[in-house]
């Protein structure tokens, strides 16, 4: 008797799960899908798109070693410059509020970051050293020269960097 | 491009005021990037695929005869370079990093008094590199004695053996308020860097020495040891110098005329 | 052994519940303790750039050694084939693995970046006592493990002395490891000292002797199962001994400190000056820890149970207030940077620092008390660890 009734229970409970998680799906339950804001800077990344999905983490990782250890300063893979060019034009940071660029993708993924424990999410001084904003850094002028509306105050100031 | 040259010089958006408009823009762009490039070169800095080199040693010559009494400049310097809250600011001051501190010595005998700032030592021989159980102290090929924050575990361990109490723990969560430069974050040990973000991007000075030049003193002296025409080797071949605890026998990269 | 039985300890009672759930409280509140600190960080600690090791340490530091010492009873049937200490080998055993995972557990969790475990066991700096210690703490389970499971399987039991002396050396080298944590420091005039290593190899046999004898006697008590005086009294000796070398490397390591004119300051600090800590080293380290368990134990006291218990209990209560003074007396006096000068600065140099544990740190020692007792509890329950009768007939019939 007893083992029929276990039986029993086991059975309700997973079909009353399968119940549940079946219905899940067609619903966009869950986590809200990651916002990529493009970058304000710059036509392409340092790495081609999808590799750097996959291994943003491997660059940094090899990078930091080089760099704290050894003392390497290159800026390819520099997280300093990723933030430069990846801080959101509203919140001037990569990891402040919950749809800019590395907490978006992150929080989707639920991967913890611990980057900006130390680092700071923001970039300071001039940014226009790296070597893709040499070409793009006034991409902003031109935009703002070529816009057919008129432009607001607020907005060349933000150009204006 | 008929339409082009129909256009006269005095319109808007003629072809020279373009060019006229882009050279300027270039210009510009080019007098920003300017003073850093002629900085790297002025200061011999090393390009940045070029790692820390052992050739150099870079340490600290100490006048304490010239350190001014309640002259904290080097200390301001310090955590405005590197972004740390001065102890006066901080609400734990007991548990508040000081990266530098200004020492002040008596004779009991004869009750004379000397200033110093105390900082890192950048021993050659760190004991707090020794017993470090993670490698996250470290002594990089140039002499500057630092954490790796990615290894650091907070074991503070290297804070019970730093003779100099040079090193501090971050007790709380510093809010995304730490410097581009310099970072720093809770749970990890932190002690003076000989300010290597200004070094690496060959800016040639600490923010102390910097500071405590401005401000007229000269008590401070940053250098390449390993350089016999530095100016800090030149310095140390004319003043008699000390490192605090010799009997230690650690070799220091910071050292003492005064004391 | 076929006179003696290993039995697991049947029923549960309504007591054996409430002793389960008050233990898991407090694991629970040094979870909790552990949580506040890690997500706070070390703020709302008592904790700071002076006093870098606090309350923590010191129950970490006094649960570690104490689980090496627990061993001893084991080491003693097994490597210096004692026969009466044979049935008591199992519990000395299971008890030294539940208190270095109690001491271990309490040490990681005070991290400042604990979840970086990871990288403490995938990064070694082989010149820090510290990495040794993370191989040697390892590899004590393993060993002790194995020694316990050769102890409990009748077809391994022939490696038993194998294995009881591989775990003996090990704890010995182990012990030292943790003294040398202390005495490979030259920065701190308590520190940077031989006298640390077999010092804290002396303190772990009267500990874990202490705690072993506490930890017995209420298993059996508790579980109505019969511990003759024959076996109470026998470690009732062996604590005697104990205790009074403790006390003897106490008296040289300070005698020897005082003959140095440069160590006067902080021997003047420890035991005279200090305040807290000079009480504490008077009256907990040496009073309640040596003097009254050594006069209670060597006078006619000796003989009753419940006296030799409340010896046990000071000399548990001794043993941490000497692991504070150790660990939390050395910081609180000031680094000697310039000898012979008065120091002053914003960093606190020059004067002895305070220090007043806190909440979130009293509750995660106690939480490793908890799991290391909690362990003791469980096992004692499920497995055949303890004899079902240790009454003094049953123990003469070893001594053949």
Not at chain 2, 139 to 162: E, F, P, Q, S, W
Request: charged share 15%; glycine share 8%; hydrophobic share 45%.
């Amino acid at each position: 008797m007893k083992r029929i009734l276990a039986l029993g229970a086991v059975v309700l409970t997973t079909a009353a799960l399968a119940w549940a998680g079946a219905d899940a799906q067609p619903k966009a339950g869950g986590a809200p899908k990651p916002v990529i804001t493009k970058a304000v800077k710059g036509e392409q990344c340092v790495e081609p798109t999808d590799i750097m999905r996959r291994n943003h983490m491997e660059f940094l990782d090899h990078h930091r070693d080089q760099a704290v250890i050894e003392g390497v300063r290159t800026k390819k893979h520099s997280l300093k410059e990723c933030i430069n060019c990846h801080a959101s034009e509203k919140t001037g940071s990569v990891a402040a509020a919950k749809d800019d660029f590395c907490v978006s993708c992150h929080s989707y993924a639920a991967v913890k970051i611990d980057c900006f424990d130390c680092h700071s999410t923001k970039p300071q001084g001039s940014v226009a050293m790296h070597p893709l904003n040499a070409e793009t850094a006034h991409y902003k002028h031109q935009l703002a020269a070529q816009a057919n509306s008129k432009v607001s105050a607020e907005e060349m100031a933000g150009v204006a960097q | 491009m008929s339409e082009l040259k129909s256009m006269s010089d005095n319109t808007p958006n003629s072809p020279e005021r373009r060019r006229f408009i882009g050279a300027a823009a270039a210009t510009a762009a080019g007098l920003t990037i300017a003073p850093g490039v002629i900085l790297v070169e002025v200061a011999h800095g090393r390009s940045e695929e070029q790692g820390a080199s052992s050739a150099v040693r870079w340490g600290m010559l100490v006048d304490a005869t010239k350190c001014a009494t309640g002259c904290n400049d080097c200390v301001t310097a310090c955590s405005t370079e590197n972004g740390w809250t001065p102890v006066a600011e901080s609400k734990h001051a007991k548990q508040a990093p000081q990266w530098i501190r200004k020492l002040e010595l008596q004779d009991p005998l004869t009750q004379i008094e000397t200033n110093l700032p105390m900082m890192c030592q950048h021993c050659a021989e760190p004991p707090c590199v020794d017993v470090c159980p993670t490698g996250a102290s470290f002594k990089r090929a140039d002499g500057i004695v630092l954490v790796n924050r990615h290894t650091c575990i907070g074991c503070r361990y290297c804070m019970m053996a730093c003779p100099y109490k040079a090193r501090s723990l971050v007790h709380e969560s510093l809010n995304d308020t730490q410097k581009a430069d310099v970072p720093r974050g809770i749970g990890c040990v932190e002690s003076c860097t000989l300010c290597v973000q200004k070094v690496d991007r060959g800016d040639g000075n600490t923010a102390c020495a910097e500071a405590c030049t401005a401000a007229g003193h000269n008590a401070l002296l940053f250098g390449d040891m390993n350089d016999p025409e530095s100016e800090i080797s030149k310095r140390l071949r004319e003043l008699p110098t000390k490192q605090v605890r010799a009997d230690l026998n650690l070799n220091l990269g910071v050292r003492y005329h005064g004391i | 052994m076929a006179s003696i039985t290993f039995r697991e300890v049947e029923g549960s009672s309504l007591k054996y519940w409430l002793l389960f759930g008050g233990l898991g409280l407090f694991v629970l509140f040094g979870a909790l303790a552990w949580n506040t600190m890690h997500h706070h960080g070390h703020v709302i600690t008592g904790m700071d750039n002076q006093i870098v090791w606090g309350l923590p340490h010191v129950f970490a530091v006094f649960l570690i050694v104490a689980a090496s010492g627990a061993l001893n009873v084991a080491s003693i049937a097994s490597v210096f084939n004692k026969p009466m200490y044979k049935p008591l080998a199992p519990l000395s055993a299971i008890l030294s693995l539940a208190l270095m995972l109690g001491g271990l557990l309490v040490l990681v969790l005070d991290l400042g970046r604990s979840d970086r475990l990871i990288v403490a066991m995938t990064h070694f700096n082989f010149k820090s006592m510290f990495t040794w210690n993370v191989f040697l703490y390892s590899g004590f389970f393993g060993l002790v493990g194995i020694y316990l499971w050769t102890m409990l399987d009748r077809s391994v039991k022939t490696y038993s002395k194998a294995a009881g002396t591989a775990a003996f050396i090990w704890r010995l080298t182990l012990t030292t490891g943790t003294g040398s944590l202390f005495g490979f420091l030259v920065a701190r005039e308590l520190y940077g000292t031989a006298m640390l290593a077999p010092m804290f190899i002396i303190m772990s046999f009267a500990y874990g002797l202490a705690i072993y004898l506490m930890v017995l006697a209420a298993a059996y008590a508790w579980t109505g199962r019969p511990l003759g005086d024959a076996v109470m009294m026998r470690l009732k000796s062996l604590l005697v001994v104990f205790v009074a070398a403790v006390l003897y490397f106490v008296v040289v390591q300070h005698m020897t400190s005082l003959y140095f004119t440069k160590f006067h300051a902080v021997e003047a600090f420890i035991l005279r000056d200090g305040g807290i800590f000079t009480t504490l080293f008077w009256v907990g380290q040496i009073v309640i820890g040596c003097v009254v368990p050594l006069v209670i134990l060597l006078s006619g006291l000796g003989k009753q149970r419940t006296w030799i218990m409340i010896a046990c209990a000071l000399v548990i209560l001794g043993g941490m207030v000497q692991m504070y003074v150790t660990i939390i007396g050395a910081q609180a006096y000031p680094l000697d940077m310039f000898p012979g000068l008065i120091e002053k600065s914003s960093f606190y140099d020059g004067v002895v620092h305070g220090y007043t544990p806190s909440m979130p740190e009293l509750f995660l020692g106690l939480g490793g008390v908890a799991i290391a007792l909690l362990v003791t509890v469980f096992a004692i329950k499920v497995l055949r660890l303890l004899p079902a009768s240790l009454d003094d007939a049953t123990v003469a019939k070893l001594e053949h």
